[in-house]
């Protein structure tokens, strides 16, 4: 790369940064330059069919702007029911016209049935006993209804909306927002295989989607739903390591997000067939390590530090955490 466009691609991070302080949250950060390109110009999208969000914050929002930026929706397919104006408006800037009011308090939910056949429910596990009762009454046969709740079981989302409707539950994580998800889901005991599949193509559309059995949607909610934050914990203390011994801020930066970015993608590496080819992480360490050198020095400070008892105890606590939601 240039000196040239290397001063350009700093200069690009530098204004993401500041965007980033401006608004405080790392998905709106992330949601600026997806939103420069998402293209309304022309209808082309893989799922056709009419998508429904009850509650589109941080996550949901996420999920809206990963299906359009992934051409897995268009915007003329989705609809919302949402609380604010603020979320109202930051929807109709994606295209997304068909907006409805409160989900429980002014109809949004009836509006939101009759617009959608597929309702994902993306409002917070404490919210979600109030979002089944008033939608329970306008489901039928036809809709599929999918939530993102952290803790909240399959039973739960049956006996709330009536016994025979189809439901699934899914952990997406806000990576979906680049294309990069990783979400799980499993199914109630209403939907069937066309269910599987419809919920799989909308999943693996903005990234990697796996089918589990329920009973691992606690583990899965403690490494990859919660697990983002895990990620940029690290990149940031990396990029704060790198400014301790000399280095500009947005050099250390882009260096350990590309590192991690990097990283990662060596261990899921790719099949022939576009299938997951996974490599022992423990493999690709020991190649970076020189005898005596600069990262098996670094690798005994981590472990004097117990990072690995500290990731294993955060995944578990997470995963705690959502079954006692439950
Ligand atoms: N954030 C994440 O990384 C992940 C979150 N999840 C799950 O996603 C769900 C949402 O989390 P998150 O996006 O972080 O939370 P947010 O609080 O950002 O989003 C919830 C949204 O629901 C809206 N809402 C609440 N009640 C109603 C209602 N009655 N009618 C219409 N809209 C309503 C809220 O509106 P308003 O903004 O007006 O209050 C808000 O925008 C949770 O259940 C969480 O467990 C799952 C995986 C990852
Ligand atoms: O923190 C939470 O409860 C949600 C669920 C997974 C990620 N965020």
């Known amino acids: 790369m240039s000196l040239l466009k290397l001063t350009a691609a700093m200069e690009s991070l530098s204004a993401k940064l500041a965007f980033r302080q401006q608004h405080g949250s790392a998905v709106a950060a992330a ?123 399959l039973a739960t989302l049956e006996a709330g909306l009536g016994a025979g409707v189809r439901v699934a539950r899914v952990m997406p994580n806000t990576p979906m927002l680049v294309g990069q998800g990783a979400s799980a889901y499993a199914l109630g005991s209403a939907a069937g295989e066309r269910d599987a599949a419809l919920v799989h193509a909308l999943l693996s559309g903005v990234g990697m989607a796996l089918h589990v059995d329920e009973r691992c949607m606690d583990a899965v909610t403690g490494v990859s739903g919660s697990g983002p934050a895990y990620a940029y914990m690290m990149i940031e203390a990396m990029a704060d390591g790198g400014v301790q011994a000399g280095l500009p801020r947005a050099t250390a930066l882009a260096l350990a997000a590309k590192t991690v ?35 098996i020095a670094a690798i005994a400070e981590l472990e004097n530090s117990g990072v690995r008892g500290a990731f294993m105890r955060a995944v578990r606590a997470a995963a705690e955490r959502s079954a006692a939601m439950g």
């Open 31 to 153: 949601a600026s330059p997806a939103e420069a390109l998402v293209d309304h110009a022309e209808p082309r999208y893989d799922i056709d069919e009419n998508i429904g969000f009850i509650g589109a914050g941080q996550m949901g929002e996420a999920m809206i702007r990963g299906f359009l930026e992934s051409g897995v929706s268009h915007p003329s397919r989705l609809s919302a029911s949402v609380r604010s104006s603020a979320r109202a408006t930051a929807l109709s800037r994606l295209g997304v016209t068909r907006v409805f009011q409160d989900a429980v308090k002014s109809g949004g939910a009836a509006a939101l049935a009759a617009s959608a056949r597929v309702i994902f429910l993306g409002v917070k596990p404490q919210g979600l006993p109030e979002v089944l009762a008033a939608l329970a009454p306008h489901v039928g046969p036809q809709h599929l209804v999918v939530s993102i709740a952290a803790g909240v079981r």
């Open 261 to 295: 970015a990097g990283a990662a993608a060596m261990v899921l590496g790719e099949g022939a067939d576009g299938a997951l080819d996974l490599t022992h992480p423990g493999v690709l360490k020991d190649r970076v390590g020189s005898p005596g050198g600069t990262t």
